[in-house]
């Protein structure tokens, strides 16, 4: 907040150990202002799905969203282009707020200054949203990821829902973000990342490659001879029809524990590492086939495999969901209580099955659903 007589600002830090226990999961993304008296700050939270509003001292003042409005209106955030901004220009929509999702397509949903809902905007068909801003004249302007920025207004005793005026801006190609100031419109955009997207894969083949690998490797050490036999002691084994039941009730179980904790703790977030690989093929390649392939040859094939000749079922089991699910912290924290169940209960079809290619193909299915959720 500003100083007092010249001083220097103060600074009044939002914290998660200030917030209510119901936002375990605060991750602060976007944010808009809102000046003057009366005025505050507003928070997109995407580990927490909520927009969250703040006084000047940084203290919670409410939330946005179904809870807010009643209306039935909810957020449900995408890995990025989500963006929020505030009508600062006079008149009577001064202090509305627009939140844009990029989940899909992208939504953009409209609240008062008091936090009633007023409207939702979809983009028309073929088209996406990936960035907003307001206007000194309070017009709202919308982005998409082909470059080209336009404004949205409604018409004078028409619907409240905004419609495109047929004014554009060409601001180039993966716009990321916009902003208005004197006139002049700012535009952030994302630089190419061919050189990253190739570090990315090279990155993924080595780790899988490593999971692959040293599982091999530690087979032969222990006396396997040939590929055949090496795989067979990591588990790659044919199974029953009667598998199939096994595999029914790990989804069942899996399914069952995603909801209580979405329900009771917090909705898992992790993130999304695919588009930094490219071409959805590749994506293809090395999320739904490499990873889980590799992953389960070294985390249910080796590391249960071998905690199973030492400790009981249930704890080997245990022990490895732990370390899967440690693996995975980096990519969302909230993801891994989750993420050690599925190992858990993916080391369990194992001993069940005797093989390693239920689970295998379970993994597989995970990683397209999350896949195609991004």
Not at 84 to 109: F, M, N, Q
Not at 239 to 266: D, Q
């Amino acid at each position: 907040m500003p100083g007092r007589g010249g001083a220097s600002p103060q600074v009044a830090p939002i914290e998660a150990s200030r917030l209510p226990s119901n936002l375990a999961g605060f991750e602060p993304e976007r944010l808009a202002v809102l000046p003057g008296r009366g005025g505050g700050l507003y928070v997109i939270d995407v580990g927490d799905g909520e927009v969250l509003r703040f006084n000047r001292e940084g203290d919670l003042r409410g939330r946005l969203g179904i809870d807010a409005s009643g209306t039935g209106a909810s957020f449900d955030f995408g890995s990025d282009d989500n963006d929020i901004a505030v009508d600062t220009a006079p008149g009577r929509r001064h202090g509305e707020v627009y939140v844009l999702s990029g989940k899909g397509d992208g939504t953009v949903w409209a609240f008062s200054r008091g936090g009633a809902y007023l409207w939702e905007l979809e983009p028309e068909s073929g088209d996406e949203f990936a960035a907003l801003t307001v206007d000194s004249a309070g017009h709202l302007w919308i982005a998409e990821p082909g470059g080209d920025v336009y404004e949205y207004a409604s018409a004078p005793g028409g619907p409240p829902i905004p419609e495109r005026t047929g004014r554009k801006i060409a601001a180039g190609d993966e716009v990321s973000a916009l902003a208005f100031s004197g006139g002049h419109l700012f535009v952030a955009r994302e630089l190419d990342d061919s050189l990253d997207t190739l570090g990315n894969v090279l990155s993924q083949i080595a780790t899988a490659l490593g999971f692959l690998l040293v599982p091999m490797a530690l087979a032969a050490m222990r006396g396997a001879k040939g590929p055949r036999e090496i795989f067979a002691r990591l588990g790659v084994q044919t199974f029953r029809p009667s598998a199939l039941k096994w595999m029914g009730l790990t989804v069942v179980l899996y399914l069952a524990f995603n909801i209580f904790y979405s329900a009771v703790i917090t909705e898992p977030h992790q993130q999304d590492i695919a588009k930094g690989f490219g071409a959805i093929p590749v994506q293809i390649l090395l999320i739904v086939v490499a990873a889980p392939v590799s992953e389960e040859i070294c985390f249910r094939g080796m590391l249960f495999g071998g905690l199973r000749e030492k400790l009981p079922r249930i704890v080997a089991a245990l022990l490895c969901g732990l370390i899967f699910g440690a693996l995975h912290a980096l990519t969302g924290i909230t993801a891994v209580p989750p993420l050690i169940v599925f190992g858990f209960l993916l080391a369990l079809l194992y001993e069940r099955t005797g093989s390693i290619l239920p689970g295998m193909l379970l993994h597989m299915l995970n990683n397209i659903v999350a896949l195609a959720s991004q």
